[in-house]
C-alpha cells in the first residue's frame, strides 16, 4: 500500500473510531479517576468472594463465608462506575453463585 493509501486508510479509521465511540463524560481524567474508584472497590469484593472460592470443597466454610462475600459484591455493585468494573463484578458474582450452588 502506498503512502497515499496508508493516511486513507487512517482517515477512515479515525472517522469510523469518532463515529462509533461511546460518548462520555467529564473527559480523560474522570475516567482514570473512575477506573481507579473501581479498581478501590473490586479489590475488596474480590477479596471476600476469594474466600468462597477457595473454601469451595469445604460446604461449612463457603457457608461461613457466602454472606459477607455477598455483602461485599452487593456494596460493590452500587458503588461501580465502570462498565469493566461492571463486567468484572458479574463475573465474581458468578463464581460465588457457582460455589454456593454446588454446596446443599
Known amino acids: ?3 497515499g493509501g496508508r493516511g486513507v486508510l487512517a482517515a477512515a479509521c479515525l472517522i469510523l473510531w469518532g463515529c462509533g465511540a461511546p460518548k462520555t463524560e467529564g473527559g480523560l481524567g474522570q475516567q482514570a479517576g473512575d477506573t481507579a474508584h473501581d479498581t478501590a472497590v473490586l479489590k475488596q469484593a474480590t477479596a471476600a468472594a476469594n474466600e468462597v472460592i477457595r473454601a469451595a ?3 461449612a466454610k463457603v ?3 457466602l454472606e459477607p462475600a455477598q455483602r461485599a459484591l452487593d456494596e460493590a455493585a452500587r458503588e461501580i ?3 469493566t468494573g461492571r463486567t ?3 463475573v465474581l458474582g458468578r463464581q460465588v453463585r457457582e460455589v454456593a ?3 446443599p
Open 101 to 103: 450452588e454446588a454446596c
Open 81 to 83: 462506575r465502570t462498565a
Open 57 to 59: 470443597g469445604d460446604c
Open 1 to 3: 500500500m502506498g503512502r
Open 63 to 65: 457457608q461461613e463465608q
Open 88 to 90: 468484572s463484578l458479574e
